[in-house]
């Protein structure tokens, strides 16, 4: 038989803290795609897991957030909700038009900004979080030109006294 040296003084504390992320916007990756099954048999979705890289308070990263997008319902207002929550992912992570999804690997390890925002838990669930908008992410190596009006004597010819 092997030896092993274990002592529970030595492990890492776990976080246990599954309370929601504070409404707002992080960047995120998208860690896990998978079509699944409901679980009342009754239409298929879109299982994605959120990794957070970046948020609004400069905290919780590596947390995760977990979002569901129906693809086929039998009630045609539910299909139709997940399928533009969908639409609007890719968009935001750059697959071009018109949108044609073959594989969950498309969505995969593909950086998106998304609003987050609290569910109200029911029964034997707590809140949690669900996304409201996703948008196509902000990197730092992009600038985002403020655009300033220009001033109101800009279409003046210019005096100055400079002989050349």
Do not use: W
């Amino acid at each position: 038989m092997g030896t092993y040296d274990f002592s529970s003084a030595d492990a890492r504390t776990v976080d246990n803290d599954f309370q929601p992320l504070p409404d707002g916007e992080y960047l995120m990756s998208i860690d896990y795609a998978e079509i699944m099954e409901t679980k009342s048999g009754r239409g298929e979705h879109l299982k994605l897991e959120l990794v957070v890289l970046e948020s609004p308070d400069g905290a919780n990263q590596n947390r995760r957030v977990f979002q569901y997008h129906m693809i086929r319902h039998d009630n045609e207002a539910t299909q139709r909700i997940g399928r533009e929550y969908i639409e609007e992912l890719a968009r935001a992570i750059g697959l071009s038009e018109p949108i044609n999804i073959q594989d969950t690997n498309q969505f995969s390890n593909q950086a998106v900004r998304a609003r987050l925002k609290t569910k109200k838990g029911s029964g034997d669930y707590g809140d949690s979080n669900e996304v409201e908008r996703y948008f196509a992410p902000i990197h730092a190596s992009q600038s985002t030109q403020v655009l300033t009006p220009p001033p109101a004597d800009a279409g003046k010819p210019i005096k100055d006294d400079i002989p050349f």
